[in-house]
């Protein structure tokens, strides 16, 4: 095994290593560089195929720009992508096409990311015509057979975006990214603009269809329960950086840091009139301007100390598949609540 999370003998098809994406900030009529936003600083992990990694945190930390500039949509920083052992990192736009077949993105918006002039065939067709897949009758063909693979008729191949539903339009998204035989889809919180009865008709529909093609999933979410149905490793992130990745059982069952603790204990629990034990957060998420030194998590933490001030945590795999970015979980526990430090 090598240093990056989540690294196994399974087939590795994303493997991101010391991500980094800095976006300058231009003031005065010179527009001068004054400082930089930190959105991705130094995030590792990797995918294998059937597998299904969610990034999931606040918004703004960063986990919507991890997903853009692994799809090369945004120009990382500093790190390396890895695509089926291929370092795609720095490749021209041209040896980059030959790369893009293998990685495709399914939107958060279902209508902004439909282009309205197009027939719904005509969008699910573009990829196959663009790479000269299919032509006349088979593209047709295939197209159809996409349709109804995602639960839409083939007759709606005719329609418009505007004539679908919010959930309709998500599954045209869909049957568009799967038209190429990906390996890698980047969902970029797919289900987060529609009804929750249509969010789990969607995410069932990714998970069979991951069944089906052994695809591997980039999930960004804000949702926990989405998460939870559907991840395999969940990965936190807080302000640029990933605190903790983990499998999914193990991160609900027994979160290790402690942001991802008040994140659990905020998410509201379906059983009418149960309660949790919450921990409420001092303060606002600090400026990904101006982050704070040592641990980003240090000035809203409840159990930091003077170490977290000023030393930054790697993120380390502290017990088997369980990896924390916390100088208060050093490898082998103990791992039981921190309440006791913050006594």
Request: aromatic share 6%.
């Amino acid at each position: 095994m090598d240093g990056t999370p989540g690294a196994t003998a399974a087939e590795t098809v994303l493997r991101v290593k010391d991500l980094k994406k800095h976006f300058p900030v231009h003031r005065g009529v010179l527009s001068r560089v004054v400082g930089h936003v930190f959105a991705v600083d130094g995030v590792s992990f990797e995918i294998h195929r059937g597998e299904t990694l969610c990034l999931v945190g606040e918004s703004g930390c960063g986990k919507s720009t991890v997903a853009k500039t692994v799809m090369r949509l945004q120009e990382p920083t500093a790190g390396t992508v890895e695509l089926n052992g291929n370092d795609i990192t720095k490749l021209g736009q041209e040896e980059l096409r030959a790369h893009r077949r293998e990685m495709q993105i399914v939107f958060q918006d279902p209508y902004s990311s439909l282009n309205p002039r197009m027939s719904a065939g005509a969008i699910v067709g573009e990829p196959l015509t663009n790479y000269g897949l299919a032509h006349g009758a088979d593209l047709q063909a295939r197209i159809a057979k996409l349709f109804e693979r995602v639960g839409l008729r083939a007759d709606a191949m005719a329609k418009y975006p505007h004539e679908f539903s919010g959930g309709q339009r998500q599954r045209l998204g869909i049957a568009r990214a799967l038209a190429v035989n990906p390996r890698l889809i980047v969902a970029d919180e797919p289900v987060s603009a529609l009804d929750v009865s249509v969010q789990a008709q969607v995410l069932n529909l990714l998970i069979d269809l991951q069944e089906e093609f052994r695809l591997a999933y980039l999930f960004v979410s804000h949702d926990l329960a989405v998460v939870e149905h559907i991840g395999h490793r969940i990965a936190v992130m807080y302000l640029g950086r990933i605190v903790e990745l983990a499998d999914n059982a193990d991160l609900f069952g027994e979160p290790l840091h402690p942001y991802t603790e008040a994140l659990l204990a905020a998410a509201p629990l379906p059983e009418p009139g149960a309660k949790r034990e919450r921990l409420i957060l001092q303060g606002d998420v600090p400026s990904p301007m101006k982050p704070p030194p040592g641990c980003h998590f240090h000035t809203r933490c409840p159990y930091a100390e003077a170490r977290c001030k000023v030393e930054t945590p790697k993120l380390e795999e502290v017990k088997p598949a369980h990896w924390v970015a916390c100088h208060l979980r050093p490898r082998g526990g103990p791992f039981g609540p921190l309440k006791a430090r913050a006594a």
